[in-house]
Structure formats: structure tokens, C-alpha cells
């Protein structure tokens, strides 16, 4: 009877640390959290630079086709030079576009890491739930047994 109290007892230590356990992995699921909420706040304000940055594409193409237009027409110096800013434009805007993908691939990739790390930590979680659900079920089965003795 002894061993079985003692037994017992080793299960409830058990649960109890895996309760400690599990408020840590939930610790570290919120940080996990708040890494995602903002991963995603950063990619949707990258997403919206690069489509700010299309637009403004769109609007230098239409000047160069107009300036193209302009030159085949009467070529002026002064038309030449307003389509070389409107190049330099457009390769500064390229520039733009490289970087914002480049931060929208670097986000993608953290953010693939997160979900990753949430996975694992539910992983956690599960299993130590699964010990401590298991461990209080074995105590209680052991308190009913001792008050159905008295």
C-alpha cells in the first residue's frame, strides 16, 4: 500500500512538473506570437511599398513611352534629357522594388520559422498536457481507492 502511495506521489511530482514545463512552452508560444503578429505587420507594410513602388513604375513607363513619342516626332535636347531622368527614375524605382522583395523574401522565410516553432511548441504542449492529464487521473484513481478503504 505503501509503494502504491509512493507511487502516486512520483505521479504527482511528475504533473507538477510538467505544469512548470508547460507555463514556460507557453511563454514561449506567446513570443512565438508576437514574432508572427509581427512578421506580418512588416510584410504587409513591405507588400504595400511594392505596390506603391509598381504604381509609380507604371506612371514613369507611360512619361518614357510619351517622351519616346515626343522624340521620334521632333527630337529636342530638352526631350532627351527629361527621358535620361525618367531612366534614372526608373533604375532608382527598380532599386525600390529589388529591396522591398528582398525584405518581403527575408519576412516570408521568418515567418515560415515561426510556424515551425509554434508546431514544435504545440508538439510540447501536447505531450506534457498528455502527462499531466495521465498523472491526475492516476492520483485521483488512487484517492477514491484510499476513501473507498475507509
Known amino acids: 500500500m505503501k509503494e502504491m502511495i509512493h507511487e502516486r506521489l512520483k505521479m504527482l511530482a511528475t504533473a507538477q ?3 512548470v514545463d508547460v507555463a514556460d512552452i507557453m511563454e514561449l508560444w506567446e513570443k512565438s506570437q508576437l514574432m508572427l503578429e509581427k512578421s506580418t505587420f512588416d510584410s ?6 511594392a505596390l506603391n513602388h509598381s504604381k509609380e513604375g507604371k506612371r514613369i513607363v507611360t512619361k518614357l ?18 527621358m535620361a531622368v525618367l531612366l534614372k527614375e526608373a533604375g532608382s524605382l527598380f532599386q525600390n522594388i529589388y529591396v522591398a522583395t528582398k525584405n518581403m523574401n527575408e519576412i516570408a522565410h521568418n515567418l515560415e520559422l515561426e ?6 511548441i504545440a508538439e510540447h504542449m501536447k505531450n506534457h498536457v ?21
Open 17 to 19: 512538473e510538467c505544469m
Open 44 to 49: 504587409i507594410n513591405v507588400s504595400d511599398g
Open 65 to 82: 513611352l510619351d517622351s519616346c513619342l515626343n522624340i521620334s516626332d521632333h527630337p529636342d535636347k530638352s526631350d532627351i534629357e527629361a
Open 115 to 120: 510556424v515551425a516553432c509554434q508546431r514544435e
Open 130 to 150: 498528455g502527462t499531466i492529464s495521465g498523472s491526475v487521473n492516476q492520483a485521483v484513481a488512487c484517492a477514491e481507492f484510499f476513501l473507498a478503504e475507509l
